[in-house]
């Protein structure tokens, strides 16, 4: 019997080092999301832009993650008409996507774009004023924690509907919906992701983040920014 146990052994240890291979070259899996997503392409460079920059492209703004500095402003507004501003890059492609819905014969508009600072702590103080803190948080943004704030956010609206869920229904509403990503806007808090984004569905807010990133998203049915980058959820402020 002695004899056998060298054998054995060998015997053993080669079938651990296949199995140990053929494990090491299973496909690996994104299990952050809340949805299982398909697989980044190969090509596709996550560290391209910043994501705590506030100038970069790919700043990603939520409850656990505000501007830094606090009260920055973006240099290179410009109009994109109905009184609003966005970066030019961003404007650029929002009058670009206003045009494309125009030529299906839908009317879209930007209902509001950059909101400055101080334009937040006025909105958010009053609302404190009027209901409280969690009350203005069901609301508004805190100074320093909005997307609009980065100049790279828009509400928007077709006809009387804007800034509310109706959007989502209009025509106008699902023409973005299905051809956002093509202008490299991204619709920032999904339906049923509160979890993640710490917003309630809001159909009308878009974030530009590029066409390349914005494609990235949508063949990879990824649906928000901290799933796609690996960033924790961000349902509550600190
Ligand atoms: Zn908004």
Not at 47 to 75: C, E, F, G, H
Not at 110 to 121: E, F, I, L, N
Not at 123 to 138: E, N, R
Not at 147 to 166: F, K, M, P, R, Y
Request: with cysteine.
């Amino acid at each position: 019997m002695k004899k056998l146990i060298v054998p054995v052994i060998i015997v053993l240890i080669i079938i651990g080092v296949i199995f140990w291979h053929h494990n090491a070259g299973a496909p690996q899996y994104n299990n952050r999301g809340a949805s299982p997503t398909k697989a980044t392409s190969a090509t596709f460079n996550k560290q391209q832009y910043s994501l705590t920059d506030p100038t970069s492209l790919w700043v990603v703004v939520n409850k656990l993650r505000p501007l830094d500095p606090i009260d920055y402003a973006p240099s290179d507004l410009v109009s994109v008409g109905n009184g609003q501003e966005m970066r030019a890059e961003a404007a650029s492609a929002l009058k670009s996507m206003i045009a494309a819905a125009g030529k299906q014969g839908l009317n879209l508009y930007a209902a509001s774009g950059y909101r400055s600072y101080d334009t937040q702590v006025a909105a958010y103080g009053s609302m404190v004023k009027a209901g409280g803190v969690s009350y203005a948080d069901s609301l508004s943004a805190r100074p320093g924690y909005s997307e609009h704030q980065t100049g790279w956010a828009v509400d928007l609206g077709t006809g009387n509907c804007s800034i509310d869920n109706c959007f989502a229904n209009t025509p106008a509403g699902e023409w973005v919906a299905a051809n956002a990503y093509k202008y490299g806007f991204l619709l920032r808090y999904p339906k049923g992701l509160t979890s993640i984004t710490g917003y309630d569905w809001e159909s009308w807010h878009y974030r530009y983040v590029g066409v390349s990133l914005a494609t990235e998203l949508h063949n990879t049915n990824t649906l928000t920014l901290e799933q796609f980058f690996g960033l924790p959820p961000a349902p509550n402020y600190q």
